[in-house]
């Protein structure tokens, strides 16, 4: 409970005094007075002091107080007993002692209601108090009322300005009476993880369900998921914890490698946390490009890397390069690896003077052994891994014609003969005739005939020519 206001009644009564302090102005008023020499008494507030109204119907005594207080208790005492008037809990009733009789009581606001009507307060329950500024106390019966001692007892207001709970605000900027409810704020960059509704009780802030807690934000993901960043522990973290940053598999930080949640906001030492992705074979088509990698993939993120081709060919683009967020990127150009050229890529018997393997787009002159003659030119070139020529048409040897036929039985013909060479066939003796062609064809180490040539002498050749008729 609050404080007590203990009021010594007189007709002229200007002073009320209050436990702790005095209040002014109040008066106090009465249907009427007795006509008795104590009433100087009461002026003097002395301990033996009494004040009682004439015989009347509904006798009435009447204090007025300065200001509007939350009344929970009034006691009155009388020549016989103490009355005592209590506030229900829920602001409905007042409850009185059997000593109080016949009498009533009133609370009012004098400026907001008339003398016979009661202003209630709805407050939170445990404690009930009445709003008022007058407190009345009347007979219901015809009599006089005589009082020693008037006491009020009220709710203490609530101070609003500074509360229990840190960082806490309340929609109310001045003293508010028991029971008034209120709701809570959280200061700038502050959040509340508690209750937002308290009330006053007797002078205390107490809440409603549970305790405002206005505490500082929490850290959240941020889009550190997104970007391979992974936290340690994960978020979301509370203000204040110590965070580790490192990158998922396959990622390397460039970044920041601790923090800390500062209100919502995570603070790094060293930039942002970056995660960028490292540069994988399985990312890039270099291996089927025949492009090897010095260092060789996976690469972190900013590696420079020299481009080389895989044994068997030769690079003829651009040499450095360097792993950009899981791209190689290039300097200048692509690296292009050509196949380079076997000897064993040469079509059969052609030779040349150059040493094999030969690089891509490398001329060679080309010639045949001995024996042999070149057909269809004698340039040729190494494109990626074949020797190709201009034409389309790649040159070749053919054999020379060393030697006739055996069944061409007496046939004169000068050997060696080149491919494609034609040649007039002789029987090498004389008086021998030439039955078949007359001409032949060195055709790649072979002659070639219309009809097999075949020497007969003459008179056979007679007998001959008649049974071919």
Not at 59 to 72: G, M
């Amino acid at each position: 409970m609050g404080k007590r206001h203990i009021i010594f009644l007189s007709s002229i009564l200007t002073v009320l005094a209050v436990q702790g302090g005095e209040i002014t102005p109040i008066n106090a008023i009465a249907s009427s007075l007795a006509s008795n020499d104590n009433i100087s008494n009461i002026i003097d507030k002395r301990p033996d002091s009494l004040a009682c109204t004439g015989q009347e119907k509904h006798p009435w005594v009447q204090v007025n107080l300065e200001k509007v207080y939350c009344i929970a208790k009034v006691q009155v005492k009388r020549l016989y007993g103490i009355c005592n008037f209590t506030v229900s809990e829920n602001n409905s009733t007042i409850e009185s002692t059997e000593d109080c009789g016949r009498l009533q009581l009133k609370v009012f606001n004098r400026s907001a209601a008339p003398q016979n009507q009661l202003t209630t307060y709805q407050s939170q329950p445990k404690l009930g108090c009445l709003l008022g500024d007058s407190v009345k106390v009347a007979r219901k019966m015809q009599g006089s009322i005589c009082v020693k001692e008037l006491t009020i007892t009220e709710l203490k207001d609530c101070d609003v300005s500074s509360l229990t709970w840190n960082h806490a605000s309340t929609n109310k900027d001045m003293p508010v009476h028991h029971g008034t409810r209120m709701t809570v704020n959280c200061e700038t960059g502050f959040i509340n993880s508690g209750g937002s509704k308290v009330y006053c009780h007797d002078g205390e802030l107490l809440p409603v369900n549970e305790p405002p807690n206005c505490g500082l934000t929490d850290c959240a993901n941020n889009g550190f998921a997104k970007d391979g960043v992974v936290t340690e522990p994960s978020l979301p973290v509370q203000h204040g914890t110590q965070i580790t940053f490192h990158c998922r598999p396959g990622y390397s930080n460039y970044g920041s490698e601790t923090g800390i949640c500062n209100n919502g906001t995570i603070a790094q030492t060293d930039g942002f946390p970056k995660c960028y992705a490292d540069c994988k074979q399985e990312d890039n088509d270099m291996e089927i490009d025949n492009v090897m990698t010095k260092p060789p993939l996976p690469v972190p993120h900013g590696t420079r890397m020299t481009y080389n081709c895989r044994p068997g060919y030769s690079n003829f683009g651009g040499k450095t390069g360097f792993c950009n967020n899981g791209t190689v990127s290039l300097k200048d150009s692509s690296p292009q690896c050509y196949e380079n050229c076997e000897e064993d890529d040469l079509p059969q018997h052609l030779t040349t003077e150059s040493s094999f393997p030969v690089t891509h787009s490398t001329t060679l002159s080309v010639s045949c052994p001995a024996g042999y003659s070149i057909s269809g030119g004698s340039e040729v070139m190494c494109e990626n891994g074949r020797i190709v020529t201009a034409s389309g048409n790649l040159p070749d040897c053919r054999e020379h014609c060393k030697e006739v036929p055996v069944q061409w039985g007496g046939v004169n013909i000068t050997a060696p003969v080149t491919h494609n060479t034609v040649v007039k066939i002789h029987c090498k003796k004389s008086r021998h005739i030439n039955f078949g062609s007359d001409k032949a064809t060195c055709i790649n180490g072979t002659f070639e005939t219309l009809r097999s040539p075949h020497c007969f002498k003459q008179a056979r050749a007679q007998g001959t020519a008649m049974r071919l008729m």
